[in-house]
């Protein structure tokens, strides 16, 4: 039972990678821009040199079979922006962003469990939480950032803060549900304190859900990265991302997008089996 | 109190973007080539930009493109959602499974990454309109998956429903009992959804806009109007540039004052 689930979760990863690679194949094809080049007003090439680097002509089933044939091989081609190979772009560039993206998600969900936990014990706490979180639910991440840039504070400072309100609703919301148990009622019944209640029981008791939120935050930290790493001057794969966009690089962004879907995939893996595996609350 | 603020700042933002034609004498791309980079001035309410165009006009007429763009796409993807949801919970079986992992697959996708290679894909030349559509098409597009598994909750618990089982017993049956008899009472979940999905959609495109990658110039939207700011440093000595974060962020807290009215009702 345990062993299929687990296989159904790995089996996850290829899945949607290859349905995300299909997808945007699909959709750059569909786009207006394709099979238009502004290498055509540049006089330095030729018609049919500029047909033979684009390649157009190739039918999309053939196209999907050389883009990933050719990643599989390892051969993830070069970047027309930077004019260096994509993968050592990826391999100079991922440590920057799995550091900010780290960081940013410790610090959003050790102030958001903080908050959350602080909140249910002080009613002010609450409410000033709660309006923390709408409120930076209204900022785009990108200004932000712009904001952060000015004030010289770091790009996981803005992963966290774009991170935390999410992680902060979903807890108060399963910290108020949990302190409506008929256990957490007995327990207050027997004398337990407030605080006693919410960092022993309802802590045990919403752990295993807390777990669910894992892969969905790291999704949101990972989106965040863009206009952070981008407005910051980070040198990270959101940086890249960007630029990569402003350069209608398709070699670059298509690894790019896969390499970030494996990422997401993983943290929502991991979470979904680290919530399966914690034992029942109210069982033990 | 929240519900008629919030209502209170729509009406005011969307009734402003309406009438921008009557609240301003310029057009959003006219050059006043003698008055770049100006400071606000009775002539100019809020100055004028690097071309010499009129900032408050640009506001306004930016105003039209993420409030009345947003809701369309909103409706789009809740669409979207409802055609599917509904197939899936009335289906039952390996249908709705099937549908479910689809929108699963879909949710796990990384949208701001996706956007932007479509965005990249657009010619340079592409309309400012054709931008404009196709940004929220795409956010239509790709943003079903959380109202459609909403949607096919509601389906598959209303199933046993006595309103649905007296409706079968008086005739009723195939998609009529569906949509009409039984589309009505997810109203409340539909319009939840539709206002969550609103800030959602202009935050991403505000975000775009942001990255220079939104909608083309001379097309205003608060998120290319907010580019601007990325090569402005001196944003405290000339606090006007903050106009369009300033009405973006009423606009988003207004709305999401309003979805928490929606989806709370009791409480307000």
New interface residues.
Partial sequence: MFQQRYLRAFLRIPLTIAFVGVFVIALVRLAPGYGIDEREVDLRFSAESIEAMRGQHVPFALALQSHFGRMLRGQWGTSEVFGAPVDRLLSERWRTTLVSVTMGLTLAWASALLWAGLGSLYRPLDWTGSAVSISLLSFPSGLLAMALFLAGAPVSAGIAIAVFPQIHRYVRQLAAEALNQPCIFAAAARGVSRSALVYRHVRALISTQLWALVGSSAATAVSAAIPMEALCGSPGLGQLAWRAALGRDLALLLPLVLCMTAVIQLASVASELLQTSSPDPVAS | MIRILAISVLTVLALSALLAGFLTPYSYEAQDREAPSMAPSTKHLLGTDELGRDRFTRLLHGARVSLLLAPAAALLSLAIAVAIGLTAGVAGGPIEQTLSASAD?FS???????L?????????D?SAW?SVG?TFVLLGLLGWPGAMRVVRASTTAAKSEGFLLQARAMGIGGPRLWIRQFLPTLRPVLLAQFWISI?LYI?TE??L?????GVSEPMPSW?NL?FE??GH?E?VDSPWLLAP?AC??AA??AM??LS?SESNPART
Avoid at chain 2, 108 to 114: A, E, I, Q
Avoid at chain 2, 116 to 124: E, G, K, S, T
Avoid at chain 2, 209 to 213: R, V, Y
């Fill in positions: 697959l796990s996708m990384p949208w701001l990454f996706l932007l290679i479509v965005r990249a894909m657009l010619p340079l592409v054709a196709i800030p935050l505000a975000n806009g942001i990255l220079g990658l998120g907010l700011l990325s440093r944003v974060a973006l962020v988003l807290l999401q004052g928490k």
